[in-house]
């Protein structure tokens, strides 16, 4: 069998443990088990829904982090995913293709997570030879010893935590260790004013045709006249229709349909590519990753693609209209800089003073 000369990332999620942590952190020790119940979820409004809002754990700052060291050949998440609070993340962890392993009421007590995955990981360090990296997503104690046996079978092991609700022996124990609130730090560093973004690379608006009836271009016209009307009721945006200019009869979608093609997180219009995420903060965020792995404020071109095309395999710059990725970099010129010297480089642009 070749052996891939990429780098081969597995990622074992203890997801109980990173949300508890989390939730813990902001709301005060063993917040969590007093505040929220296995079974049932908290109703929309109250205190405690409203405090697990603030404590989301951002499932793509984890997995873009992990994507640095290599491919992800392997992501499994380690809960049960009956319970209301983890079954609110069960989308965002499919999207990203994390394998879910669920944890029934009678192995999801105290350890059953942790033995789980540890011995999930003991298997597939000796089934998969090349597996260069082990991600380990926990503050327990109780994965010391993985890590050991992650390091005398010749892995570089990487564990991420919450501050505060990690062992300082798992610490000790890994190659390298990143605090979960680092993470988000380098994430908001890669938002990026969508406005203005869009401003520097929007294509001249097409003139208008009277005759023409709605299209995809129309109904995308229409979402941006009404942005509201994704949250409506299917009734009220029903009683509230938008009164058509008289020289302009063109037929509005309904209601129902703008709700269906608008989506969760808005993208902008210039995004053909099918990606879920937005280009430019991809981008944004790739460099800002590798800048804090390596502290080089320059970065190969060819890097930065690839460290994107971990974080969102369908991206495709020939999608979004650029004949190749330089073409792409140029287009966002707002925001990254090329280097001059033909070195095939790239850095996030200086903000002046």
Do not use: C
Request: negative net charge; proline residues 6%.
């Amino acid at each position: 069998m070749p052996v891939s000369a990429e780098p081969r990332v597995a990622l074992y999620f203890d997801f109980d443990n990173i949300v508890i942590s989390r939730y813990d952190q902001l709301h005060g020790d063993f917040a969590y088990r007093k505040d929220t119940s296995r079974s049932k979820a908290p109703s929309a409004g109250t205190k405690t829904a409203e405090k697990l809002r603030e404590a989301t754990v951002d499932i793509d700052a984890v997995l873009d982090f992990a994507a640095t060291f290599g491919t992800i050949a392997i992501a499994r998440a380690y809960a049960d995913w009956s319970t209301p609070v983890n079954a609110s993340y069960r989308g965002q962890l499919i999207d990203r293709a994390v394998d879910l392993v669920q944890l029934f009421p009678l192995s999801a007590t105290k350890n059953g997570a942790d033995i789980r995955l540890a011995v999930d990981a003991v298997e597939d360090m000796f089934r998969i030879d090349d597996l260069s990296h082990i991600v380990i997503v926990a503050g327990d104690s109780d994965y010391v010893a993985l890590a050991q046996k992650a390091k005398r079978l010749g892995r570089y092991v990487v564990g991420i935590g919450v501050a505060g609700g990690t062992s300082r022996a798992l610490t000790a124990a890994v190659d390298e260790f990143a605090d979960y609130d680092a993470l988000l730090t380098t994430d908001a560093d890669a938002e990026v004013d969508d406005a203005d973004e869009a401003a520097a690379v929007a294509p001249a608006a097409p003139a208008p045709n009277r005759r023409r009836r709605a299209s995809t271009k129309t109904v995308e016209a229409a979402s941006d006249e009404a942005p509201e009307a994704s949250g409506r009721s299917r009734g009220r945006a029903k009683s509230e229709p938008k009164a058509a200019e008289p020289d302009e009869p063109v037929e509005r979608p309904s209601a129902r349909v703008l709700q269906f093609m608008a989506p969760a997180d808005p993208v902008p219009a210039e995004d053909g590519s099918g990606s879920p995420r937005n280009p430019g903060r991809l981008l944004q965020k790739a460099i800002e990753l590798l800048h804090a792995k390596n502290d080089e404020e320059w970065q190969s071109s060819s890097a930065v693609k690839n460290q994107m095309l971990r974080m969102d395999p369908s991206f495709q710059e020939r999608r979004l209209g650029f004949a190749s990725f330089t073409e792409f970099l140029k287009s966002r010129g707002g925001v990254v800089e090329l280097d001059e010297t033909g070195r095939g480089r790239v850095r996030i642009r200086p903000k002046k003073d």
